[in-house]
């Protein structure tokens, strides 16, 4: 029998008993907007639903009704975490679980950890790693029902197996924070999952998710960002909506302000999906500036004990930017005052060059390659000490992304940071 049907505790369907059954769609009205109305999709399933049977080791945690959606934007203080009472899983065992599900399907590409050449290590007990991943997982919506990969087999995109790929890509690696882009699965499976091993979790939707346009939909696609309760306390969470012009656009951003447990010191994390497609390279741009200088007043703000110089928070900012180095927009970002560095340029020989690809996909338009994912640090205050490394054209294979043995379109960014030691520090 195949493992997924056998263990079809599948981790969203179990959901279903706690949703009534019921899957969103756009309900009838004016254009969407912010205030979008959501109604119970009609009888029938919905897409990627599966059996109704658990998967022992998130039974309790999918059973428990998920969170209300929050405003479209928002703030939040330290003291709002509605993650914290979470049944608690054994990541090990999920991880295994995973495995099985997955047995049957070809290993996902092997990468490796490796130190840049030129990085000084400054990690060490008083000072760990922050691991910081970063990935467009792929809406299921859009997946199944819009971006048309010509090699990809249905089968290979059915969200009852496919999720367990992208949970075992993250439980393979834990990241401390994790980055999300594209998630329309957030509060049926990617809050509760990772809320039980130990995550707090945001998320943010677009305006006018394109997911919305399609049948039996799971509702808007959008940014989501975790940070282990462990590592961090969260002193302030904002939602963006980016602007270009001063007009408002349907890309968002969320910015978290971080507390280290172990060092004491404060981290800016912002994670964001600009605008996608050739042809809108001076909005992309515009929405680039429109976050730096949302950043700069975030992370400007206030002073304290454990801050770094004249009181600017280091800062990580992830996402999928749709944007080539050649784009203004990275431009913007490399040039900042903020004093940003792309992480995987450390990749290179002379650590100035962008790897070839983050992504890789054949659609009805042709084959696209290209690298449009970043980490952005600030390499001042910060040091990039590890990076996972990327996987060759032979591990993707010739119908590239995604396939059966990797879940998205855009592979997965990873590095190990550590704050630099300061001089006032080390007296």
């Known amino acids: 029998m195949n493992p997924a049907r056998r263990c079809s505790l599948s981790l969203s369907q179990t959901l279903v008993s706690s949703l009534g059954g019921q899957t969103w769609t756009p309900a009838p009205g004016p254009a969407r907007g912010p205030?979008?109305?959501?109604?119970?999709?009609?009888?029938g399933g919905a897409m990627g639903?599966?059996?109704?049977?658990?998967?022992?080791?998130?039974?309790?945690?999918?059973?428990?009704?998920?969170?209300?959606?929050?405003?479209?934007?928002?703030?939040?203080?330290?003291?709002?975490?509605?993650?914290?009472?979470?049944?608690?899983?054994?990541?090990?065992?999920l991880l295994r679980e995973?495995?099985?599900?997955?047995?049957?399907?070809?290993?996902?590409?092997?990468?490796?950890?490796?130190?840049p050449r030129s990085t000084v290590r400054y990690s060490h007990k008083h000072n760990?790693?922050?691991?910081?991943?970063?990935?467009?997982?792929?809406a299921q919506a859009l997946g199944e029902g819009k971006d048309g990969f010509l090699r990809c087999p249905l089968e290979a995109l059915s969200w009852p197996v496919r999720k367990y790929l992208i949970l075992e890509e993250i439980l393979t690696?834990?990241?401390?924070?994790?980055?999300?882009?594209?998630?329309?699965?957030?509060?049926?499976?990617?809050?509760?999952?990772?809320?039980?091993?130990?995550?707090?979790?945001?998320?943010?939707?677009?305006?006018c998710s394109p997911c919305l346009d399609v049948d039996q939909n799971n509702g808007p696609d959008g940014c989501a960002l975790f940070s282990r309760r462990s590592r961090?306390?969260?002193?302030?969470?904002?939602?963006?909506?980016?602007?270009?012009?001063?007009?408002?656009?349907?890309?968002?951003?969320?910015?978290?302000?971080?507390?280290?447990?172990?060092?004491?010191?404060?981290?800016?994390?912002?994670?964001?999906?600009?605008?996608?497609?050739?042809?809108?390279e001076r909005l992309r741009s515009a929405q680039g500036a429109h976050l730096l200088q949302s950043l700069r007043a975030i992370t400007s703000r206030g002073h304290g004990p454990n801050q770094?110089?004249?009181?600017?928070?280091?800062?990580?900012?992830?996402?999928?930017?749709?944007?080539?180095?050649?784009?203004?927009?990275?431009?913007?970002?490399?040039?900042?005052?903020?004093g940003l560095n792309s992480a995987y340029k450390l990749l290179s020989s002379d650590g100035q060059v962008e790897p070839d690809y983050t992504t890789w996909k054949i659609r009805p338009s042709g084959e696209s390659r290209g690298t449009l994912d970043y980490i952005w640090y600030s390499h001042d205050a910060l040091s990039v000490e590890r990076l996972l490394d990327l996987p060759t054209e032979e591990q993707i294979g010739p119908d590239r992304l995604?396939?059966?043995?990797?879940?998205?379109?855009?592979?997965?960014?990873?590095?190990?940071?550590?704050?630099?030691?300061?001089p006032h520090r080390l007296m």
């Open 128 to 138: 760990p790693n922050i691991r910081v991943m970063q990935w467009n997982i792929l």
């Open 402 to 422: 995604p396939s059966y043995h990797y879940p998205s379109d855009h592979l997965s960014l990873l590095c190990d940071i550590s704050f630099r030691e300061e």
């Open 98 to 115: 995973c495995k099985e599900v997955l047995q049957r399907r070809p290993a996902r590409p092997h990468r490796d950890l490796v130190h």
């Open 173 to 207: 690696h834990l990241p401390d924070i994790l980055c999300l882009q594209e998630v329309d699965h957030y509060y049926d499976t990617f809050q509760p999952i990772l809320a039980s091993l130990g995550y707090r979790g945001s998320f943010l939707a677009k305006p």
């Open 35 to 43: 205030g979008v109305r959501l109604r119970p999709a009609p009888a």
């Open 232 to 280: 961090f306390t969260v002193l302030r969470t904002s939602g963006l909506r980016l602007s270009a012009m001063m007009l408002p656009t349907n890309q968002v951003a969320i910015v978290q302000t971080l507390a280290c447990r172990v060092t004491g010191r404060r981290l800016c994390v912002a994670v964001t999906h600009l605008k996608a497609r050739s042809g809108w």
């Open 49 to 93: 639903s599966c059996s109704s049977r658990s998967f022992g080791t998130m039974t309790p945690v999918l059973n428990s009704a998920p969170l209300a959606q929050p405003d479209t934007y928002f703030k939040e203080g330290p003291d709002q975490d509605p993650d914290k009472d979470s049944v608690e899983v054994d990541p090990d065992q």
């Open 308 to 338: 770094d110089p004249e009181g600017t928070i280091p800062l990580v900012v992830c996402g999928d930017f749709n944007a080539e180095p050649s784009e203004d927009v990275y431009r913007r970002f490399s040039s900042s005052p903020l």
